[in-house]
């Protein structure tokens, strides 16, 4: 199979039948390799689940080994929102792809994503015609919440886990877009993590699969 993303795809064991999807998204710099290490624990207790882990559309322009979902090297909000938005259009087309191949509903796809891949999980997961599975967000925030809330369309059930001495994004953030979900009306859970930071710990891994399997 071929999407439109170059993506690593981890199915089911023993060909077991595919009943749900979890798309994990990369932080910026990074790629679908790095974001599949949470598959290895979770498809232990998802055999009916296949992986995807997809690059980004373009490469990295910090780090031209990786990739990213949008760019970070300039400073303006407008540009980033532009160009995240490109690259949410680029996630729809794969999620398409997606249920077109393993006969699935967004009702069994759950979005997952690390940092600037939390941040594309948020915004595909709100603003799509119909609800997924689950959104599961590691380290990221809302790139814009007023551009956001203009354009939400489904209610997707969503938990957010934070690292509290975070550097690269700040924990406030988790803080502001819980607000903003609840105000939204948008069933959100939080973790704050103590001693945590930009990156996902076991116990961050270990919550986020429970919330799952809770689901599917």
């Not at 595919?18 to 994990?24: C, D, E, G, Q, R």
């Not at 990739?67 to 690259?87: C, E, G, H």
């Amino acid at each position: 199979m071929t999407f439109c993303l170059d993506s690593i795809i981890i199915k089911p064991e023993n060909g077991s039948e595919v009943k749900n999807a979890v798309i994990l998204f990369h932080g910026y710099g990074g790629d679908g390799k790095d974001i599949s290490m949470l598959s290895l624990n979770w498809k232990r207790h998802m055999p009916n689940t296949v992986f995807i882990c997809p690059n980004g559309h373009e490469a990295c322009t910090l780090n031209p080994t990786g990739y990213q979902w949008f760019d970070l090297s300039r400073d303006d909000p407008d540009y980033i929102l532009k160009q995240s938005i490109i690259a949410e259009n680029k996630i729809k087309q794969l999620i398409q792809e997606i249920k077109k191949e393993f006969n699935l509903t967004n009702n069994e796809i759950c979005l997952t994503g690390f940092s600037q891949g939390c941040m594309m999980s948020l915004n595909v997961g709100l603003t799509s015609e119909e609800k997924f599975l689950c959104i599961v967000g590691f380290s990221g925030k809302i790139i814009d919440q007023n551009n956001l809330k203009k354009r939400m369309k489904s209610l997707t059930d969503t938990l957010l886990i934070h690292g509290d001495i975070d550097q690269v994004v700040p924990s406030i953030h988790l803080l502001e877009a819980k607000d903003f979900l609840i105000r939204n009306s948008v069933e959100v859970k939080t973790l704050l993590i103590k001693n945590c930071e930009h990156h996902i710990p076991i116990e961050a891994s270990s919550t986020a699969l429970n919330y799952i399997l809770k689901k599917i």
